[in-house]
């Protein structure tokens, strides 16, 4: 029984992370069916490119193929070469701008595959200016592609927002909530210290032999050096569940994560009212991730 149980339980696991993954594709393949319909319909009420004199139908399924050439190289580069990659070397701790790198290779394929396709199919007297109106014309889905990822990004972030929110407003309203009161950090000679409710502390930094505090006070962030180490104040705040590890150099308040992101420079924690950007290192990304996952 134990084990059937812990069969079943594992099962709905897998389910559990598959199923984000299912809905990122679906909202990839209407993504990149939407922005093929609509490259099939510039082509075919503007003809931008004056190929080779074609009956209706014949210019209708040549202009589909245009339109078959983009879907396809969106699909591979945004569906399948993703999905592939990260079974092999879990693109998740692979530090690479997989956004921008995807979008510029989307657009230097769909340029190649347009050029040959109007010059051996269309039988399209290529020019320099000509060339210049494919590559151009081969821009479009992936500047709409990127405008479609910011959008999408401000409105996970707003939607974390607006969440936090609700539950900041749920706590106030709730009567049985426990009063916490505010914590004293000192140094390890005890000659200096300072006095701070957890709620304000926004992250704590290693700094050498010493660690930085940063915290609001009121509307102004202000900071605080003390000689003590990161592993002692991590032992402090543990009981306070919102502080995470996100690098051996930081701990933060998680209540304060506006969004995580991935370029080159590795994963990126985003705070508010912080301007500079928090390192996540590989070691703690997947505690990070539960925590956005969560909300």
């Known amino acids: 029984m134990f084990r059937i149980a812990a069969f079943i339980s594992l099962n709905n696991s897998s389910l559990d992370k598959q199923q984000p993954l299912r809905e990122e594709t679906r909202y990839q393949l209407k993504l990149i069916a939407g922005i093929s319909l609509g490259m099939f319909l510039f082509m075919l009420f503007f003809i931008p490119f004056e190929f080779r004199d074609l009956g209706f139908n014949d210019r209708l399924l040549f202009i589909i193929g245009m339109g078959i050439i983009c879907f396809i190289i969106m699909g591979v580069f945004r569906i399948i070469l993703p999905s592939s990659l990260n079974e092999i070397i879990k693109l998740d701790t692979y530090k690479i701008s997989n956004e921008v790198l995807t979008i510029l290779l989307i657009w230097v394929f769909n340029a190649l595959a347009y050029i040959f396709y109007l010059r051996f199919v269309g039988l399209l007297e290529l020019s320099l200016f000509t060339v210049f109106k494919i590559v151009l014309f081969a821009s479009f889905p992936s500047v709409i592609l990127k405008l479609a990822d910011v959008n999408k990004s401000l409105r996970d972030q707003l939607k974390h927002i607006v969440g936090k929110n609700v539950r900041l407003e749920k706590q106030v309203m709730d009567k049985d909530v426990v009063v916490r009161h505010t914590e004293i950090f000192s140094s390890d000679s005890l000659t200096d210290k300072i006095e701070i409710h957890p709620d304000d502390i926004m992250l704590v930094k290693s700094a050498d032999n010493y660690i930085n505090i940063i915290y609001k006070d009121g509307e102004e962030v202000k ?18 569940p919102e502080f995470i590890r996100c690098h051996r150099t930081c701990i933060i308040n998680s209540l304060y994560i506006v969004n995580l992101t991935n370029n080159y420079k590795g994963y990126r924690l985003h705070l508010l009212d912080y301007a500079e950007e928090i390192p996540v290192s590989r070691q703690y990304i997947l505690a990070v991730k539960e925590y956005m996952d969560s909300e």
């Open 223 to 240: 900071q605080k050096m003390l000689r003590n180490t990161l592993k002692h104040i991590h032992v402090q705040l543990r009981k306070h």
